[in-house]
């Protein structure tokens, strides 16, 4: 059999390969395209299970605790119900205002109420800002790396895409023959470049726009607990001038 007649029978042989096959059978550096690829998608899938249940708690935790919060007694008589809730945003924020409450009160009246200067109300202010800060930085990490893997993996896989044709021309230009039989290994392994590229990045993609809207609307209610809760700690807190 000559050598023309060996690469006409090759198609079948290619098209009949698994994509194992073909993997295995790959270049180097498509494998290690394929590395990371593999690796970015199984990280990027863990990324949003995990803030999926992370996020859904905070947005459950912070419906009831605002529902508790706004038929409270008193601050310091919710304070050890409420602040017990630290899957949501605003408990962390009302514990740690309570706790600076202490430790700044200048006295107490007659009822037990503390009786706190302006400036000491403004040292509270800062701490639940920082609160609020420090919560919605807690809840947007790992979430960057979703964008990073949206925008990273389609140039990752069309990398592989032009490795994988550059060879297929390599191989036309070693056999000197433009048959089926010489550039498929190198187009299929350009294809699989390709949807790994697409399948690492449209899951981080439509996981990090689901995110980032969950995000801003708590970090929306974050900013609205900060005006309602150091409301609620002037209205019921004595001032000294």
Known sequence: MDKITTLLLMPDTVAGKKLTDLIIESSVFAKLVLIVLVLFSIISWAIIIYKYFEIKGALMATETFLKEFRRRRSLGASFSSLSRMKKSPMAVMYGTAFIELESLANSKDKSGKIIIDDENLDHVAEAIDR????????????????????????????????????????????????TLAVVAPGIAEALIATIAGLAAAIPALIGYNFFINKLRRIAGEIDNFKSELFSAIKKELGTVA
């Not at 807690?138 to 896989?157: C, H, I």
Request: charged share 10%; no cysteine; aromatic share 10%.
């Open 131 to 178: 609160a609020g800060t420090d919560e919605i930085l807690r809840l947007e990490k790992y979430v960057v790396f979703l964008a990073t893997t949206a925008n990273a993996s389609p140039f990752l896989g069309l990398l592989g895409t032009v490795w994988g044709i550059m060879e297929s021309f390599a191989q036309i230009g070693v056999t000197g023959i433009a």
